[in-house]
């Protein structure tokens, strides 16, 4: 059964940083493109970052630039989203999704429509 988790969400104060961690079951998330969405009550699902399926292409949005990274863990693989500088504004619901016919793709995109496995999501809250 293919399945994504994610994990790492917790409470943190304005400008602390956590790191999400994203695997996969029932297939190997190295070959695949990642994503990392967003989803506040009332508002419109965020996509916030991506990673290519040979790590060539990683892609922000303008809203966590400079802030949060992703790459890949090899040694668990696992994609990680470490976040840096943490704003209040970040709280939220944070998933992690993978497309199933990424397979060596070299690009990625924050919009959520090719991304087929989602996880259940890890809570964020960034408290002033």
């Known amino acids: 059964q293919v399945q994504v988790v994610e994990s790492g969400g917790g409470s943190v104060q304005s400008g602390g940083s956590l790191r999400l961690s994203c695997e996969a079951s029932g297939f190997l998330l190295d070959y695949y493109v990642v994503g990392w969405f967003r989803q506040v009550p009332g508002k419109e699902r965020e996509g916030l970052a991506c990673?290519?399926?040979?790590?060539?292409?990683?892609y922000y949005a303008d809203s966590v630039k400079d802030r949060f990274t992703v790459f890949r863990d090899y040694t668990k693989t696992t994609v990680v989203l470490q976040m840096d500088a943490l704003k209040p504004e970040d709280t939220g619901t944070y998933y992690c999704?993978?497309?199933?016919?990424?397979?060596?793709?070299?690009?990625?995109?924050?919009?959520?429509?090719?991304?087929?496995?989602w996880g259940q999501g890890t809570q964020v809250t960034v408290s002033s």
């Open positions: 999704a993978a497309d199933s016919m990424s397979y060596f793709a070299p690009q990625c995109t924050i919009n959520a429509e090719p991304y087929d496995y």
């Open positions: 990673i290519s399926s040979n790590d060539g292409i990683r």
